[in-house]
């Protein structure tokens, strides 16, 4: 599927990725979200390329994820802060900066952590369901269509209304 057609696509996380699925996009919402704002300061802690960078933050405010700020008149400057939208990012960014610290720093702990601006302690992000606030479990969920799209690529299929996640298999 091109990038193009995800940001129509059903599926919130195809939606998600045609929007936030580069490396510059998610490490900039990060750095922003710790409180960096300014052009240079993101591309010097980034080392990304200028033009990728402005190309980024251009898509971010278009999307609403983001808002330039004017903080110089001459030459004109801007920093970058985060909407309420953008705000709510963070969540996806926590799930991965978990599984991230779960799966990826073998032998080891993370050399960031996450902490508690009040109390210092350090965070351990989950996710959790709004309603109930328990942990989702794969092995507990399935996917559904609330209505099936017009003009749906899935029509017709019998397993297109719902994806399910596998069964956990007990221990022989």
Not at 80 to 85: A, N
Not at 95 to 102: K, Q, T
Request: include cysteine.
């Amino acid at each position: 599927m091109s990038r193009k057609r995800l940001d129509r696509a059903p599926c919130p996380i195809a939606r998600t990725t045609a929007l936030a699925g580069d490396t510059w996009t998610l490490l900039l919402l990060r750095n922003v979200s710790f409180g960096q704002r300014r052009f240079d300061d993101l591309q010097r802690a980034l080392e990304a390329p200028r033009a990728s960078l402005s190309r980024r933050l251009a898509k971010l405010v278009e999307e609403g994820l983001l808002e330039r700020r004017r903080y110089q008149q001459r030459p004109p400057r801007y920093e970058y802060h985060l909407t309420e939208k953008g705000r709510a990012f963070f969540d996806v960014l926590a799930a991965m900066w978990r599984w991230g610290e779960d799966w990826l720093f073998r032998g080891g702990a993370a050399p960031v952590t996450l902490v508690d601006r009040s109390s210092g302690r350090t965070v351990r992000p989950i996710v959790v369901d709004e309603a109930t606030r328990a942990p989702l479990l794969l092995g507990e969920l399935r996917a559904r269509f609330a209505a099936r799209p017009a003009g749906s690529a899935l029509r017709g299929r019998p397993e297109a209304g719902a994806l399910r996640a596998p069964h956990a298999r007990a221990e022989s």
